[in-house]
């Protein structure tokens, strides 16, 4: 009988689960759209081409905002190509302008995220798991105020269900008592239960596409409305913890251990 559980822990995902992020990549597309708009093209069009340069470009150069710059850029081109029509040098450079925006956005947090933070800390170990570039996630990190919530901070190229398995070695996790928070089925919720841990989706409404695209639904993810209403979720837990704590039993049953299979 274990008379010490372990602290149970929580990974928590950065873009669009503790701030926003995709609004930022709409506006720099919407104006991307309005120039291609400006020069003749099909605004749809360009949009689409742009999603398919993305699609082709991202698993290869990663999410940098150099990268989104570049694909802007080579949209257009493709765009040129297509219509045989001459590409403007000065219209390459509104866009790589445009496209760096993307990586010194004004962090805005989402509702209740710094309270509830708070409310978790004292019971939960948080780990930080966002993918990107890791000079611009570190940097968001930085300037959100919140890199004091938590105990460590991975930043990857993408979060595939071994980079859940890596944390749950490194750290000695309980699968029974970690669960993955945040807002993309993709990158989150479905590596996570792969890799034998609790999902919780806390869906966003400008979750980018490609992060709502998998092959198959997720189950047996807790799905909340917002980020605060972990607080409200992990009530039982954290008396539970409490409990244990002076009592050093119930290891094996936590409340959590049952909603999390609804
Ligand atoms: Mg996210």
Not at 40 to 54: P, R, S
Not at 138 to 165: M, N, P, Q, W, Y
């Amino acid at each position: 009988m274990h008379t010490h559980p372990q602290q149970p822990t929580l990974i928590v995902d950065a873009d669009d689960t503790l701030w926003e992020n995709n609004i930022f990549y709409e506006q720099c597309i919407a104006e991307f759209k309005a120039l291609m708009e400006a020069q003749g093209f099909d605004g749809e069009e360009a949009v689409h081409t742009l999603e398919l340069v993305e699609r082709e470009r991202v698993p290869v150069v990663g999410y940098s905002p150099a990268e989104f710059a570049r694909s802007l850029q080579i949209a257009y081109q493709r765009l040129c190509q297509r219509y045989s029509t001459p590409v403007q040098e000065e219209l390459n450079a509104a866009l790589w302008e445009i496209g760096l925006r993307v990586g010194n956005y004004p962090i805005i947090l989402l509702d209740g995220v710094e309270e509830t933070l708070g409310l978790l800390r004292p019971h939960f170990r948080l780990l930080l798991l966002t993918k990107g570039d890791p000079q611009t996630q570190g940097d968001k990190l930085a300037r959100s105020g919140l890199a004091h919530f938590f105990d460590a901070v991975h930043i990857v190229k993408e979060k595939h269900t071994g980079v859940f398995k890596e944390l749950i070695e490194r750290y000695g996790l309980d699968p029974a008592h970690t669960w993955m928070v945040g807002d993309s089925p993709r990158s989150d919720i479905l590596p996570a239960l792969a890799a034998g841990i609790g999902a919780i989706h806390v869906p966003h409404p400008n979750t980018w596409k490609l992060e709502l695209e998998v092959e198959a639904e997720p189950k047996g993810a807790i799905v909340l409305n917002r980020f605060s209403e972990l607080a409200h979720l992990f009530q039982v837990a954290v008396a539970w913890a409490g409990l244990t704590d002076s009592e050093g039993e119930g290891a094996c049953a936590p409340a959590l251990g049952e909603s999390s299979s609804l």
